[in-house]
């Protein structure tokens, strides 16, 4: 196909160089402006992310490549979020159509700054694509540049690329859909069927896109792409059979391919319960408010706006409607196609009622809303679609009234309309961004454990949750450990499917004693989670269960009760890994077994343990409070249960502990057992750290696997209670360490 054909500006008017030279300038100049829209997110890539979402997008791809990979694995049908359920991801926004892109970057850029440069080439092409459109229909070079400019900072458009939202960002879709039948039209009405069909095979690859782009968007598309057909065939009656016979080929080109290499088998195979909710929870634009002013929190999917720029941009093509007939001026009649165009999405994207003058008046969402059975939810999604229709409009009217003007006031006038649509938007204001989870190495060792039976265990975290995108269930911090799934490669509980049925994770959320317990939904039952465990363990099975104490909360009895328990079951569970708040336990599935628990030899046949320090989680068990520390000494109070209890693998032998404590409120009478053997009893004061001596005989210690120690006190205080401080805790004394010193034979 030649340059003239191909290029949005008509080559009539302006030659093909030229045309080529404004096109590579309007590009320019919306990456310029995507540059400025979304500085933060590049200059923050690796450190910091744009919103909650950007785990699952990741996640995404990370999937498809590894179950493209993998023989045995289905891209669409599979068990790696919300195991044990088979999920069927026929609508999950995977959002394969940016897949390519991401696959290209990620070896060479990771895929934090890949998936940030997937967000930015769709910021341009949301621009450049309008600005296409709207020269082709032709509207002047500097309001076109402004129309791709309103869509590309488009308050809701922000709001996607603010939230790694890859899935709905893509609004260039509508334009490029529109130019592509553009280009059809206009191959049969030149008698060039040849060129009109293959313009047809490319239609239908688009529509395939838009399919794997997200399942709204063929809904998306089809107000703007259906009416416009229709225009075009009301437009060249004469020439209906052919452009209806390409409209069908490009449709069945579209859901062929969305058939055989999208999700569309899976679609029609999905079963179970969704959880939309009630219609008159979806969140509109309201009016008339939220067309003609920014919400505060504009990256906040309760609180949409479309800015004052779009409708005010409206309001003036109106009135200089108006004008052009009282000064003759002749506009084009197709922009009150265009004008009609933008009325149904602009009414839908207020939502299931419109509350004006003290009445309720339902809406048409409800309807879109029953026919998609809840799943299209956001109804504001649809405001961009009046943008696209609005700049149109907008462009056909004023186009014709400033070639009228000289070139220094037209000039000045479209400095002035980027400078109100900057303000009216609030482009000086960027979206808050969230810290990414911190990188954990024991997920890479994980992810080193390959081949069977490595590839089938399932990594459990904790706290539990799960979620779609109708109901977050748990904690919804604790849903983007799927976040984690890129680098261990393994099946998990926690994750996000965009629609799953409920089943496949209410049970979680109080109905299961082990992983609604992990998620402090349900207090801990012992024997019943216990007889969970040993099922699970083996039959899942599970490879690890990682205890995020900071989640969770360290200042609080819950971890050292999830810990404790933990290091009480050593036949099931061991801990091998401490980093930073994460406690990765092993279980006894696992092919490489359990390290001994041998606290650090600081001396020959000498073995500390720094209680409060760093990775004494290997050893503590119930009965104790979180570390702290104190004049530069770490220490964890003793008091939570009756006993305290610390757990250690040591060489079979004598030994002699040293144990330095000191107690709270009065003295505290404190006997140690080890194994269940009494090896002595002490009294230690409270005004300061004293060390205490117990011979441990060499039968009490045994082959020296799982030892128990037991700290027996005699009582506990509550802080609040005798008016020391406000602290509520239950404290005996605070230890600081345990030394064991092998004793010759």
């Keep these: 196909m030649s340059l003239p054909f191909l290029l949005p500006v008509p080559a009539v008017r302006y030659g093909p160089r030229r045309a080529l030279r404004l096109n590579l300038l309007a590009l320019a100049f919306f990456v310029g402006l995507a540059f400025l829209t979304l500085y933060p997110i590049v200059f923050q890539t690796g450190t910091h992310v744009a919103g909650y979402d950007y785990f699952n ?380 989870l911190p990188h954990l190495a024991f997920y890479d060792a994980m992810g080193a454990e390959q081949g069977p039976p490595y590839d089938d265990y399932v990594v459990v975290e904790a706290p539990t949750g799960a979620g779609t995108g109708e109901v977050l269930l748990g904690n919804a911090a604790a849903i983007q450990y799927q976040w984690y799934g890129i680098f261990h490669h393994k099946r998990m509980v926690n994750g996000f499917i965009s629609r799953a049925p409920i089943d496949n994770f209410w049970y979680i959320v109080s109905d299961d004693p082990l992983l609604s317990w992990l998620g402090q939904r349900r207090p801990l039952e012992p024997e019943a989670v216990e007889r969970q465990l040993r099922e699970r363990v083996y039959n899942w099975p599970i490879g690890y269960i990682v205890v995020h104490q900071d989640l969770i909360g360290r200042e609080g009895p819950t971890t050292q009760e999830i810990i404790g328990y933990f290091n009480s079951l050593p036949d099931l569970l061991c801990p091998v890994w401490v980093e930073g708040d994460a406690v990765a336990y092993r279980t006894a599935w696992h092919p490489d077994g359990c390290p001994p628990r041998t606290p650090p030899e600081v001396e020959p046949g000498v073995y500390a343990i720094d209680v409060g320090a760093a990775g004494d989680e290997r050893h503590i068990g119930w009965g104790w409070h979180w570390p702290e520390t104190v004049s530069g000494i770490t220490w964890r109070w003793a008091g939570e249960y009756p006993q305290a209890r610390v757990y250690v693998d040591l060489p079979p032998g004598a030994y002699r502990l040293t144990l330095t404590m000191q107690a709270f409120w009065e003295p505290r009478r404190v006997a140690v057992l080890v194994n269940g053997v009494e090896v002595g009893a002490v009294t230690t004061p409270t005004d300061t750290l004293r060390a205490h001596t117990f011979d441990v005989p060499a039968a009490a210690v045994g082959s020296g696997q799982h030892v128990e120690i037991v700290l027996d006190y005699d009582t506990v205080v509550v802080p609040a209670e005798v008016g020391q401080s406000a602290d509520p805790r239950r404290l005996a004394v605070a230890v600081d360490t345990l030394r064991f010193a092998r004793q010759g034979e």
Excluded: C
Aim: proline share 8%; charged share 10%.
């Design 57 to 436: 997008y990741n996640w995404n791809f990370w999937w498809v490549r590894h179950a493209w990979h993998t023989p045995g694995l289905n891209v669409y049908l599979n068990d790696f979020v919300m195991f044990p359920a088979l999920s069927n991801y026929g609508y999950h926004a995977l959002t394969l159509f940016w897949y390519p892109l991401w696959a290209l970057l990620e070896p060479l850029t990771g895929t934090l700054a890949a998936v940030t440069a997937v967000i930015f080439v769709g910021a341009v092409l949301n621009g450049y694509l309008l600005f296409a459109l709207l020269r082709r229909e032709g509207v002047s070079p500097g309001l076109a540049l402004l129309g791709g400019a309103a869509l590309q900072v488009f308050p809701i458009a922000r709001y996607f690329y603010y939230n790694t939202h890859l899935n709905l960002m893509d609004w260039f879709w509508p334009p490029l859909l529109l130019l592509t039948w553009q280009q059809i039209a206009r191959g049969i009405k030149q008698g060039r069927y040849g060129r009109a069909l293959a313009w047809a095979a490319a239609l239908g690859v688009g529509l395939w896109g838009v399919l794997l782009t997200d399942l709204q968007f063929p809904i998306f598309t089809a107000f703007l792409l259906g009416p416009y057909v229709l225009w075009t065939l009301w437009q060249g009656r004469q020439r209906a059979l052919p452009l209806v016979a390409a409209g069908a080929l490009a449709l069945a080109i579209g859901v062929g391919l969305g058939w055989f290499a999208g999700p569309l088998s899976y679609i029609v195979r999905f079963e179970g319960q969704l959880v939309p909710g009630p219609v008159e929870d979806r969140p509109g634009v309201p009016f008339p408010q939220g067309f003609v002013s920014m919400a505060e929190r504009w990256w906040s999917w309760d609180d949409p706006s479309v800015g004052a720029f779009a409708t005010l941009a409206v309001i003036a093509a109106l009135a200089a409607g108006w004008w052009a007939r009282r000064g003759r001026v002749t506009l084009p009649a197709r922009r009150w196609f265009w004008f009609a165009a933008m009325l149904p999405p602009l009414v839908f994207a207020m939502g299931p009622t419109l509350h004006a003058f003290g009445a309720d008046i339902p809406l048409p969402f409800r309807l879109l809303y029953a026919l998609t059975n809840g799943m299209f939810r956001m109804p504001w999604r649809l405001a961009p679609l009046f943008v696209i229709a609005a700049m149109v409009f907008v462009g056909l009217a004023l186009t014709p009234l400033l070639r009228r003007w000289r070139l220094a006031p037209r000039l000045f006038a479209l400095v002035g309309a980027f400078l109100a649509l900057a303000l009216s938007v609030r482009l000086f204001e960027t979206g808050p961004l969230d810290p990414v």
